[in-house]
């Protein structure tokens, strides 16, 4: 056995976690254990980001925004509601690559992916994270402040 497969087994043992534990349950330990946050809301940001990476690495750019667009970050800590940002915007920018994409982002964990629709006018919600519209929701140019362009640089 090697020296960390002992340590694996030792830890399980001592705290009475049963082996063969899924990946996604050691994960979330980890994260918990980092994060230093009660329990149930890192498993549940952990777990959202998580299952948001496999769906991007897996291709499937429109499932990984839907997960974390059903993220609840109002009680996530300062640095859960920057991870899943960070990861949604990575996931945003693949997936609305373009020059007529803009970002617009009202606050902190809060941000909406728009484009162009109609006269210009108006621009439609293609994705959101922390806030209540939805896409295709279709809002003011005048009433926004801070677009910046999807692609590139940071938002």
């Given at each position: ?29 980890v ?9 149930e ?62 970002v ?52």
């Amino acid at each position: 056995m090697t020296m960390a497969t002992t340590t694996m087994n030792t830890a399980a043992t001592e705290t009475g976690d049963r082996p063969g534990r899924s990946l996604e349950e050691l994960v979330d330990r980890v994260f918990e254990a980092l994060l230093g946050a009660a329990p149930e809301p890192v498993q549940s940001t952990a777990r959202l980001v998580h299952e948001a990476r496999r769906l991007r690495q897996a291709g499937d750019l429109d499932g990984a925004l839907a997960v974390l667009a059903s993220a609840d970050l109002k009680g996530a800590t300062d640095q859960e509601t920057r991870w899943a940002y960070a990861e949604w915007l990575d996931v945003a920018r693949r997936r609305f690559a373009g020059p007529e994409a803009v970002v617009y982002s009202p606050g902190t964990g809060r941000v909406a992916v728009l484009a162009p629709s109609g006269d210009g006018s108006t621009l439609e919600v293609l994705a959101v994270l922390g806030m209540r519209w939805r896409p295709g929701k279709t809002v003011s140019r005048r009433s926004l402040r801070g677009l910046r362009p999807a692609t590139g640089g940071s938002a």
